[in-house]
Nanobody
Framework: QVQLVESGGGLVQPGGSLRLSCAASGSFTRFNTILWHRQAPGKQRDWVAL???????NYADSVKGRFTISRDNSKNTVYLQMNNLKAEDTAAYYC?????????WGQGTQVTVSS
C-alpha cells in the first residue's frame, strides 16, 4: 500500500510563489516516476510536471520556466516550486506515483491565485 500526501497549497496573489510537497509512504520501488497534475473546476485533470527516479524532468508548456519539480529520495518527498503564479494556475493539485507495482494518487491540495 502506498500513501501520497500533498501539502503547501493556499491562497496567493498573482506573481507570488508557493511550494507544494508530496510525501510518499508505504511500500514502493525506487524505480518510479512522480507526476503533478491539476484540475480546475469544471475542467479535465491536466498533467503539469514529472520527475523520474533518475532526476529527469519534464513540464507542460503552460508552466515551463515558472514551475520546478524536484525530489528528495532520502525523504521520499517530491516538491513543486511554483513561481510567478497566474490566475489560470488556480486548481487542485494532485501528486501521482507511477511504478511497475501500480499507479497511486494523493488527495490533492488547493492552489488559489487571486488578488
Amino acid at each position: 500500500q502506498v500513501q501520497l500526501v500533498e501539502s503547501g497549497g493556499g491562497l496567493v496573489q498573482p506573481g507570488g510563489s508557493l511550494r507544494l510537497s508530496c510525501a510518499a509512504s508505504g511500500s514502493f520501488t525506487r524505480f518510479n516516476t512522480i507526476l503533478w497534475h491539476r484540475q480546475a473546476p469544471g475542467k479535465q485533470r491536466d498533467w503539469v510536471a514529472l520527475i523520474t527516479n533518475g532526476g529527469a524532468t519534464n513540464y507542460a508548456d503552460s508552466v515551463k520556466g515558472r514551475f520546478t519539480i524536484s525530489r528528495d529520495n532520502s525523504k521520499n518527498t517530491v516538491y513543486l516550486q511554483m513561481n510567478n503564479l497566474k490566475a489560470e494556475d488556480t486548481a487542485a493539485y494532485y501528486c501521482n506515483l507511477r511504478s511497475p507495482g501500480g499507479d497511486y494518487w494523493g488527495q490533492g491540495t488547493q492552489v488559489t491565485v487571486s488578488s
